[in-house]
């Protein structure tokens, strides 16, 4: 039996059904026991409160830290960490995508997309024709706060086309899910996030900048759109080809300065033919797997428990 506990985790976090519960469930043949950080084997810390600072202090030997922001972990100074960084820090950090976190790995019914549909709906080209894509709107953003250069990337873009814009921010919720419960879930269900893929299949672009830059730092916005089978305006550093295909988006990162990419949407905003190859195009190179964060996890864990 593992005694796990959770410390911080974001609001709707269901601490028996979770991609990191699910895969514990696998390597410990279901015997996990969700419980509080001091009759825990492992204590599983999280940043979305300020419990998990005394939980560190008090268990930092049992700690694993898992971070959804774009922060180091190496700052926290636990001993091992799940995060979307590339780097190991020394072998005490696995990367864990935020994406990944949008797959429904164990069939449970969290996450956005079933494990066994990626390969259908993000790795084989897609079916959209021209006339498909012409019939769509311009463009669609869903953003609730303006953080990073986003409110200037937007302002630039409206110049060249039209852009539906949703989310608190604007005072334009998206559906009866997008409100103030729905924007302190960290990461909804798919339920949840049905309202924003069903809308976003009607426009030929989804503005979805990241906030921050960080190599490896890549959330569900590029996923969402190519979901909802639209082309993402995306911006990520150029790492990002290492989980996303560079053919199936247009990163803003690649130019240098916001009016080369105006001009080059003014050229291709009306060739649907060319529009409808980019929809198609797949996000993913291959089927991802957890077998590398299994292996971490188990590892760690049992150094822990020595």
Known sequence: MLKISFTDFWIEFNEKNN??????NELFNSEILVTKPNKADVCFVSICGKKHKKVIEKYNEKCILFLGENIRPNKYKVPFSLTSDFNSYGGTNIRLPLWYFEIDWFKTNIGIINVDEIE????????????????????????????GSRMDMLRELQKIMYVEKYGTLFNNPLGPKINKSFI????????????????????KFNFCPENSLFPGYYTEKCFHAK???????????????NDFRKESFINMYDYLEFKDL????????????????LANEPLLKKVPNLNTIKDFLLKSITK???
Do not use: W
Request: with cysteine; glycine share 2%.
């Open 19 to 24: 991609l990191i519960t699910n895969i514990l």
């Open 120 to 147: 259908k709906r993000l790795i084989n080209n897609g079916q959209f024709t021209a006339d498909d894509i012409a019939n769509r709107k311009d463009c669609i953003t869903i953003f609730n706060n303006p953080e």
């Open 184 to 203: 302190n879930k960290f990461f909804p269900v798919y339920s949840d996030y049905q309202s924003k893929i069903d809308k976003m299949a009607n426009f």
């Open 227 to 241: 979901i909802a089978g639209c082309i993402p305006i995306y911006f990520a550093d150029y790492h990002v080809h």
């Open 262 to 277: 105006s001009k080059y949407l003014s050229e291709v905003k009306k060739d649907y033919s060319y529009l409808a190859k």
């Open 304 to 306: 822990i428990r020595k």
